[in-house]
């Protein structure tokens, strides 16, 4: 529930968030935002802080009416203690005074926008009507991807994929529930058993922690999209450097990309490449300025940017207030 933060700052939890607002308007506040160049606005990169327990990461940024900081934590021995291994908050300030107006639960946060973010790489990146989907990760962003899908496109079927059996069967009847055809691939041999699935899917999302590609993407047809979300450090990946070198690569900003994206800085490391494999940023790509070759399957690689949650949580504030 919601209710009053530090010196009565209104506190905006995760289901009150996703009531203001639904993934489908995210999404039309995320590419509004990108449409009319106000985004990412002032978006210094994330900020890392390693301690004994983990590390603090902070992102902020600014426009003309807010300024916004997420603070978030992310302690690996943390489950094994009963908590969560990612924790944050948001801080949402007024623009012109820097007070502070909103507190908001930066877990929640961060699992909206980055499904919204990747649903708007996908409207402009694959095919119209029915897809065969692939979601590879069984944690909150493989949840919310699939809810983007289903929100936003007609899905034919989707198999769900991860290396543990319980979750990847949870998942999988999730979706039976919402009255989605599903299929279950798990195991810790999982890359051996995804041939089928990738080779007969339309859009593939690599969504976990792994530090390395998670399928061979050979198996990947001309016409296929993938979205990779699972990591912001330049020493992983989830897709191989013979995708990166193979597809119309999208990636939110080039900086953040050269910076923080290990699928991008390790496949230019092995394929002797420099930034010439990034095909377009997603401004370009939603503005109509990318250029596509359709021969070829397309890749959006997402490292989260802080002007995705500020948009979101100005948004949330705005529908709060009944703007």
Same mark, same amino acid.
């Given at each position: ?44 990169? @994330? ?115 991860? @290396? ?122 939603? @503005? ?36």
């Amino acid at each position: 529930m919601s209710g009053q933060g530090l010196t009565g700052v209104p506190f905006i939890d995760g289901a009150r968030l996703r009531a203001l607002v639904p993934i489908t308007s995210a999404v039309v506040c995320l590419e509004a935002a990108l449409s009319e160049g106000s985004a990412p606005g002032v978006a210094p990169p @994330r900020t890392a802080v390693l301690t004994g327990a983990g590390e603090v990461l902070l992102m902020p940024a600014a426009t003309s009416r807010f300024v916004g900081v997420k603070v978030a934590t992310v302690a690996p021995d943390n489950p094994s203690l009963g908590l969560p291994r990612v924790q944050g908050i948001y801080v949402l300030l007024d623009g012109r005074t820097l007070t502070p107006v909103a507190l908001l639960d930066g877990v929640a946060l961060t699992a909206l926008r980055t499904p919204a973010v990747s649903a708007v790489a996908l409207r402009h990146l694959s095919r119209p009507g029915p897809v065969r989907a692939v979601v590879i990760g069984t944690g909150p962003q493989g949840y919310g991807h699939l809810a983007a899908l289903l929100a936003l496109r007609q899905i034919s079927h989707v198999t769900v994929a991860g @290396r543990g059996r319980e979750k990847a069967e949870r998942m999988a009847r999730w979706c039976l529930q919402q009255g989605l055809p599903a299929s279950m691939v798990a195991g810790s041999d999982l890359p051996e058993h995804l041939q089928g699935p990738i080779e007969s899917a339309d859009v593939v999302v690599c969504a976990t922690s792994s530090r390395w590609p998670v399928f061979d993407s050979r198996w990947l047809a001309d016409t296929a999209t993938v979205i990779a979300v699972g990591s912001h450090e330049p020493d992983s990946r989830e897709v191989d450097a013979d995708l990166v070198a193979r597809a119309n690569v999208v990636v939110e900003t080039r900086g953040s990309a050269l910076r923080e994206a290990g699928d991008i800085v390790l496949a230019m490391r092995e394929l002797a490449a420099g930034p010439e494999v990034i095909t377009s940023d997603l401004a370009q790509l939603v @503005r109509g300025l990318a250029r596509l070759d359709p021969r070829r399957p397309s890749l959006f690689k997402s490292v989260g940017e802080a002007w995705e949650d500020l948009v979101v949580a100005a948004q949330a504030y705005d529908q709060m207030l009944g703007m």
